[in-house]
């Protein structure tokens, strides 16, 4: 198993250490949402904190689960067991990510990019502790009491404001900014690349000594009283931000009191309903505070300062184990080898209707009544201890639902002639699209090109507020860096699928990438672009009535349709954009 670098061990990022801390404390403030940069630490954190939980009624660590990001739903929630329900005959089912993180942490890297669906089905069980598996008429509920962590890069989209409401507290990490604590921070990790186990050795009293804070701050938690002063404070804070519901203003007392807690305090002070005011409220709010508004720093408010008590006491008792399911189903064969792991899909499993059924490959839920016939059809009869299966008899749903497209509009934004026309036709066109697609959940997103690169104006969003704002002053002029902006785009919609490609421009690049010749570079960054996206539409912005032509020929090495710009107006643009997306 790798060696991780300890909890104690990171240097900096002092704000998201307490936060984990508090929700290690109080799990009931409901996960931690850590958006940055990458390299920021978030995962090595999120590991971390999981080695200070041991696992209630043992000795070892909990578990630290991660959610890929192509995980279907059975995987997440569970499954029927069928090499169990072949091989002996019985009903079981087998237990998904969410029961097997119970008791540690589940960690949710770009939760931002995962279906809509599986963030509904993850935060449903955060919030209540447990999980629920229905397939083919059979019915089980699992333990899953986990600490939720998820991290997202906001430049490769937002979070639906539903979902972020949901997570009990936000950090925004970013990079160390100071030179000592960079020089502190690569000199740390260097050692542990070198010598992992000084590491380990070095900081083992500190990650006793948190590990023992911790479990203090919990049996000191319920001593802490929160009072109508209390109640009082936190509403006074919720209405400024303007929040609509109240899980802001239980998730900020909630983590003043864990705070408390923490240091030892006999009540909540207003100290720490200050401290914890941003990691609750700032992703809620429906407005921005501005930066006289936001909280001054605290010092060193994090775990190096843990106050643990002289003795640890006894964890809370873990639930008691769920009853087993029915065994109203009876399989019997041993022509499946129960230990054949199922083939893991490559992209999440879409609620919809069932279309029909296929061959079984372990990505979908088994059709008991189709795997049955199929098996009657082979010829074998119905007996009293069952039916006799074969591997070729397994049949499992085929479904079909609703397909969340993503659309890059990509605006040339050099030059000055027709610039603001793109951007008006972009806009009314990504309104179109949201307007109209409110129960297929598009998103769009906007990113320009001028100078000596490129701009995310606007990430990938589903809220048409986001782009009357993003497009309210965009800068333009300047030289053309189509190659860049063409291979920018390309990296953008390797993470969305299905992605389509609005290219609006025309085509005269006149800066280079690696110093080659501008048209060229431009040409070989469509190969990558044609990759990333499932297609592409290119409208000829270049001026009449001499022109050269090089709209047409990117949309050809595009595999695109190339459509001029004094054609288009907004609604024929998003009409071909939508029947583009329609398309299965």
Avoid at 345 to 358: E, K
Avoid at 427 to 452: I, P
């Amino acid at each position: 198993m790798r060696t991780m670098l300890p909890f104690s061990a990171v240097v900096g990022q002092d704000e998201l250490k307490l936060a984990l801390v508090l929700v290690a404390i109080d799990p009931t403030i409901g996960g931690v949402l850590i958006t940055g940069d990458r390299g920021t630490a978030k995962s090595t954190v999120a590991r971390g904190i999981a080695a200070l939980l041991p696992r209630t009624g043992t000795g070892e660590a909990a578990p630290f689960v991660e959610l890929p990001l192509g995980a279907t739903e059975d995987r997440l929630v569970g499954s029927l067991d069928v090499s169990k329900a072949l091989r002996d005959g019985i009903t079981a089912l087998r237990s998904g990510l969410l029961a097997r993180a119970h008791g540690g942490v589940l960690y949710v890297d770009e939760v931002n990019l995962l279906a809509d669906h599986l963030v509904d089905l993850l935060l449903d069980a955060a919030a209540c502790g447990s999980v629920t598996i229905e397939r083919d008429g059979v019915s089980a509920t699992e333990s899953a009491q986990f600490m939720l962590i998820g991290t997202m890069n906001p430049e490769e989209g937002e979070l639906r404001p539903q979902f972020l409401d949901r997570f009990g507290l936000c950090v925004r990490v970013g990079a160390l900014a100071v030179r000592e604590t960079r020089i502190a921070a690569l000199r740390q990790r260097l050692l542990f690349d070198d010598q992992p186990q000084s590491v380990l050795e070095e900081t083992l009293p500190a990650e006793q000594a948190l590990r023992a804070g911790i479990l203090a701050a919990r049996e000191r938690l319920g001593m802490i009283a929160i009072t109508d002063a209390h109640l009082a404070a936190v509403a006074s804070q919720a209405i400024d931000a303007q929040l609509a519901g109240i899980r802001g203003d239980l998730a900020l007392v909630k983590a003043a009191r864990a705070l408390a807690a923490w240091e030892g305090a006999p009540e909540i002070l207003e100290e720490h309903i200050r401290r914890t005011t941003e990691f609750a409220l700032s992703h809620r709010m429906r407005r921005r505070r501005s930066a006289s508004e936001s909280r001054p720093s605290a010092g060193n408010p994090g775990p190096d300062r843990p106050g643990a008590p002289k003795s640890a006491p006894n964890p809370p008792p873990r639930p008691a184990d769920p009853a087993p399911p029915r065994n109203d189903m009876r399989l019997a064969t041993n022509l499946v080898d129960p230990d054949q792991p199922g083939r893991r899909n490559s992209q999440a499993v879409a609620p919809g209707r069932v279309i029909g059924t296929s061959a079984f490959d372990g990505t979908g839920t088994l059709a008991i009544v189709e795997t049955l016939t199929a098996a009657v059809n082979r010829g074998v009869r119905v007996a009293a201890e069952g039916v006799a299966l074969a591997a070729a008899d397994l049949q499992q749903h085929e479904r079909r639902g609703p397909r969340n497209s993503h659309v890059l509009f990509l605006v040339d934004a050099s030059g000055s002639m027709a610039v603001q026309r793109r951007l008006n036709l972009a806009k009314a066109a990504a309104l179109g699209l949201l307007n109209s697609n409110y129960q297929r959940r598009d998103e769009v997103s906007l990113m320009t090109f001028r100078g000596e690169g490129t701009d995310l104006v606007l990430p990938f969003t589903r809220q048409v507020a986001s782009i009357e704002q993003a497009l309210a002053q965009v800068p333009s002029g300047g030289r053309t860096p189509l190659a860049r902006a063409l291979l920018d785009a390309a990296q953008l919609l390797r993470a969305r699928e299905p992605a389509l490609l609005v290219l609006l421009t025309d085509g005269r690049a006149n800066v280079s990438v690696n110093g080659g010749d501008p048209w060229e570079e431009s040409l070989a960054a469509c190969a990558s672009l044609r990759a990333a996206c499932a297609g592409a539409l290119v409208i000829d912005c270049e001026p009449g009535p001499v022109t050269l032509g090089r709209a047409r020929v990117l949309a050809g090495s595009l595999g695109a349709e190339s459509v001029a710009l004094e054609a288009l107006d907004a609604d024929n643009l998003t009409l071909r954009i939508r029947k583009r997306l329609d398309v299965p």
